[in-house]
């Protein structure tokens, strides 16, 4: 088996732009020569020497690597990336010039004896100063600087003020690795596709090597059990379809199982392993007006729900396996079924789609391009992006969690929006260009040109796919996302959610308005508030408090709300778009993951620790879920969703509550629902007669504050709980007092647990453990439905398919509450 030969440790030296031209101007050894990790960038490198402050301008250096070779007889040197402006020489050989960080290259040489690789990436804003496009743009953003990055093949990490850490991308953040032909047949290029014929799933491959391979070597291709000789289409290239009979279809994970077959190379005697497939069907359901966007999977309408994706490491721009698995781990836990890697960020590590495919989670994939209007009139930088076009569906097009493929982000919104019509703002790239190339290699998949995609204005809600910010930015009141008739909101829900105290405390306790604190605060550039402010507006009008004073009369509370407040908008507006009747068939909220410790926009923090609004998500976003929805004088809307492949039955039971304790109205009945399927069912129909749950009518007082629905397997087991408070500012849902809590901590088996209780409504419970994360927090508690809590060892959350050990000694654990008038500490079970 040919395996890239482990390299010993690269070096990295910096230099002003153009200072040394080739690898003869540097000193052979000297302090400024530092260890840099490979695969990495120069700002990694820099940040374990303790030099991260050189990195806000290392666009206008030079950074040279260089390692040394040993070996006699020919080798491939793979790059399999290299950012940006980079030439690669072997002693004093130039090998490669390369002005693309999203392609891979294949370099033969032949060695003998000891040599030396230097790779040397040029200064970027030099060469962005000097750079004139074939020709001018017809529209600008002011979201990324400078315009001529329209012209370079780079990511915009860095290169947004307000959304990324000023570090640009440098360095080979990909892999470099050294093959060896006489370890066996180099395979060049892969190209693997899934497909499915009635019930029969088809491989089909077409396998590239860097030699001719010998006539009389025996070579086949295995899909799981099955196998297919492959047959010679050239003295390079192999090609078979491999039959699947009674294939088992691959599902993302809230709708079945995502069944995968692990592929093999069988060379000779040799066994290579080509990762895994799946298969599946996808379609596009446009609705009933044909103006929609919705998945069909295997025949079935997915609603799809997750989050866009930005860095699993924001300075190195790629990860280890395990982390990966961590942080699509909770993407999974979270009912998520959908992330997005937009045209702002980077094209992700192969591990990252592995894990995709594994958990279920269909990705949805932008090409790299994003704001710029990009043209095509230069050949060089044309055929760069049909080079990284191919590059990357070749890797990925037998990944089933390859779900939508789109031309970029906000190019068309960005042309909209600075006035230009449909016909002036047409850009060949997306719309045909990329189209052609994903019709070709992956027909399969479904394309859109560009997100958001819709209608005269391509940003409208109610066509296609849109990016919602009516709730966030725009401070629209919680009902716009109803009346907006969000069809597919591709990005949505973006607010400055503050982390947890944990991570708080690790920052050194900031004030809210302290320039460490508002730096990792995201804001649009050129605008006057920042999505701090957008939570605000919500903190103030959601729960009428004063949030200038309260953060500086009481921090804490403070935080508590801040955080409050986001779950309340997470699962209300969620509860809305998956409700029976809505015609929104997805919804990704922006972003999972912070890129810099405090108050970004992810559910994750930077020390991959889950907000409040990750919570909220999980208690919504269940593939078994009851929903609440205020009808106004129609009454509450109780929704039972069943999205498993078997069909669903439970009791439902919708109780109203008054002082959070004493029940007033209530109502329940078995429900049966098929697989893939969902009810809803009115309060009025539950109860048979008049109780005014939303107190819409408003005759006397409102008799109650809490109402609460409870769906229960037919064993009894809680399947999923839903709240609506009919004031958001009622003392017995807000105001401090005393509840009743009661908290235990025990063991069962490996996993810790905290059992908790109340006599009255606690709403917001949070559970403070440390060193450990709760699978579940910032949800309400009824009387009557205790809830147990798993804690599981931080350094192990979010280990997909891991039972890890718990610590040998009980952990210490606090239990608050938005309305408690206490903290509780948990007693130990003996």
């Known amino acids: 088996m040919t395996r890239a030969r482990a390299l010993p440790a690269w070096s990295m030296l910096a230099t002003a732009a153009g200072a040394a031209q080739t690898p003869r101007d540097l000193p052979a050894a000297g302090d400024d020569w530092i260890a840099a990790p490979v695969p990495g960038t120069v700002a990694q490198a820099l940040a374990l020497a303790g030099r991260l402050d050189e990195a806000g301008t290392l666009d206008e250096r030079d950074h040279w690597y260089r390692i040394e070779l040993r070996g006699r007889g020919p080798r491939v040197l793979r790059f399999h990336g290299l950012a940006t402006l980079a030439q690669a020489w072997l002693d004093d050989t130039l090998l490669l010039s390369s002005d693309s960080m999203f392609v891979a290259h294949d370099v033969t040489v032949s060695l003998d004896g000891t040599h030396r690789l ?32 329209r012209t370079v093949r780079t990511s915009l990490f860095g290169h947004m003020p307000g959304w990324f850490p000023p570090y640009v991308p440098a360095g080979p953040w990909r892999p470099v690795d050294v093959l060896d032909p006489a370890a066996g047949p180099v395979l060049v290029d892969c190209d693997l596709h899934a497909r499915i014929e009635g019930d029969t799933g088809w491989l089909d491959a077409e396998l590239t090597f860097s030699a001719p391979l010998p006539d009389t070597l025996a070579s086949r291709l295995s899909c799981g059990e099955h196998h297919a000789t492959l047959e010679r289409a050239g003295a390079d290239r192999l090609r ?19 069944a995968l077959y692990e592929i093999a190379l069988h060379l000779g005697d040799e066994q290579r392993p ?16 044909g103006k929609g966007f919705g998945l069909r999977i295997n025949g079935v309408p997915v609603f799809a729900r997750g989050a866009c994706w930005s860095s699993a490491a924001p300075l190195a721009l790629h990860a280890d396996d395990a982390t990966y698995g961590r942080l699509l781990g909770l993407a999974r836990d979270a009912g998520f ?18 894990w995709c495919d594994r958990l279920g989670l269909l990705v949805w994939q932008d090409f790299m391009f994003a704001n710029f ?23 990925h097009g037998a990944s089933p969690s390859l779900a939508v493929l789109c031309g970029g982000s906000e190019i068309a919104q960005q042309a909209a929006m600075s006035g230009l019509g449909p016909k002036q703002r047409f850009v060949e790239l997306t ?40 709730v966030g930015a725009y401070l629209r009141p919680l009902d716009d996302a109803r009346r907006a008739d969000v069809r597919f909101a591709s990005e949505c829900l973006a607010f400055a959610n503050v982390p947890c105290d944990t991570t708080l405390a690790e920052l050194g306790w900031p004030g809210v308005h302290e320039p460490r604190w508002k730096a990792a605060v995201p804001r649009d550039p050129g605008t006057s508030w920042d999505f701090e402010d957008v939570r605000d507006h919500y903190l103030q009008t959601l729960y009428d408090v004063a949030p200038d004073r309260l953060r500086r009369e009481d921090p804490a509370r ?3 709300l801040s955080r409050a407040v986001i779950a309340d908008l997470m699962r209300e507006t969620f509860s809305e778009w998956r409700r029976t009747g809505s015609r929104c068939a997805g919804a990704l909220v922006w972003q999972f993951q912070d890129v810099m410790p405090g108050a970004g926009w992810g559910v994750i923090d930077a020390a991959r620790r889950p907000k409040s609004a990750w919570y909220a998500l999980r208690q919504v976003l269940q593939p078994v879920q009851v929903l609440l929805v205020d009808e106004g004088l129609n009454g509450l809307d109780v929704h039972v969703v069943n999205e498993h492949p078997a069909p669903l039955s439970a009791a439902l039971e919708l109780v109203a509550l008054r002082d959070g304790r004493t029940p007033v109205a209530r109502a329940g009945c078995p429900v049966r629902i098929a697989a893939h399927d969902a009810v809803r069912i009115g309060s009025a129909e539950l109860l048979g007669r008049f109780f005014d749950w939303t107190y819409a009518y408003r005759f006397g007082p409102c008799e109650h504050d809490t109402v609460v629905a409870t769906l229960r397997a037919d064993d009894g087991t809680l399947l999923s709980q839903a709240f609506h408070f009919p004031s958001r500012t009622h003392p017995a849902v807000l105001a401090r007092r005393e509840l009743g809590i009661e908290a235990c901590v025990s063991r069962s088996g490996d996993t810790w647990h905290v059992d908790i209780d109340t006599r009255h409504v606690a709403r917001h419970v949070q559970i403070d453990a440390p060193g450990f994360m709760p699978r579940d927090d910032w949800f ?6 205790p809830a147990r809590v798993a804690l599981v060892p931080l350094e192990t959350a979010g280990d997909a398919g891991k039972n890890s050990a718990a610590a040998d000694a009980p952990p210490a654990v606090e239990i608050r509450a938005v309305n408690a008038a206490r903290t509780v500490r948990a007693t130990h079970a003996g």
């Open 240 to 258: 078979a379809s491999v039959a699947v009979p009674n294939v088992r279809r691959w599902w993302p994970h809230t709708h079945g199982e995502p």
């Open 274 to 289: 080509l990762g895994s497939t799946g298969f599946r069907t996808i379609e596009i359901d446009a609705g009933a007006d």
């Open 558 to 560: 403070y935080f508590e």
């Open 337 to 354: 079924n959908m992330i997005r890697v937009g045209g702002t960020m980077t094209y992700e590590a192969d591990a990252f789609h592995a």
């Open 780 to 785: 309400h508690l009824a009387p009557g439905t």
């Open 431 to 470: 719309a045909e260009r990329l189209a052609g190339l994903v019709a070709a290699r992956c027909p399969d998949v479904p394309y859109v040109p560009d997100s958001p995609d819709g209608g005269v204005l391509p940003f409208m809600p109610r066509e296609r796919v849109s990016h919602y910010y009516g």
């Open 373 to 395: 209007d990009y043209a095509l009139d230069d050949p060089a930088f044309a055929e760069n992006i049909d080079r990284e076009a191919r590059q990357f569906l070749a890797r």
């Open 118 to 149: 230097t790779l040397c990436f040029r200064a970027l804003a030099p060469h962005l100063r000097d750079t004139r496009a074939p020709r001018r743009a017809r529209w600008r953003t002011r979201l990324a600087e400078p315009a001529a990055l």
